[in-house]
């Protein structure tokens, strides 16, 4: 089974950083591509930022390019989010998932919130 744990949340102020970390296990990590999606209070799911499988190739949404970067360790089978600047809209409970696109909320584990206020 596909296994997915986010961590590395927290509340921050505006301008802020975090890196969120995800450990995957129940699949071969190496050959899958990842990428995170979050989920606001009373919004749809948004995906944020994907990446290949050899991690040659990364992906973001508008709305975080250039503040965002995902990269993974398929050593460790591990996969990160640095978020820096961070913005109030940036609020939600983030989720790493199997693929580089879309929302996969069926493999979503336990995710980590983000609060960034003043």
């Known amino acids: 089974d596909v296994q997915l744990q986010a961590s590395g949340g927290g509340s921050v102020q505006p301008g802020s950083s975090l890196r969120l970390s995800c450990a995957a296990s129940?699949?071969?990590?190496?050959?899958?591509?990842m990428s995170w999606a979050r989920q606001a209070p009373g919004k749809l799911p948004e995906w944020v930022s994907g990446i290949r499988s050899s991690g040659g190739r990364t992906y973001y949404a508008e709305s975080v390019k250039g503040r965002f970067t995902i990269s993974r360790d398929n050593a460790k089978n591990m996969v990160y989010l640095q978020m820096n600047n961070l913005k109030r809209e940036d609020t939600a409970v983030y989720y790493c998932?199997?693929?580089?696109?879309?929302?996969?909320?069926?493999?979503w584990g336990q995710g980590t919130q983000v609060t960034v206020s003043s």
């Open positions: 998932q199997t693929g580089h696109g879309g929302i996969r909320r069926s493999v």
């Open positions: 129940g699949f071969t990590f190496g050959t899958y591509d």
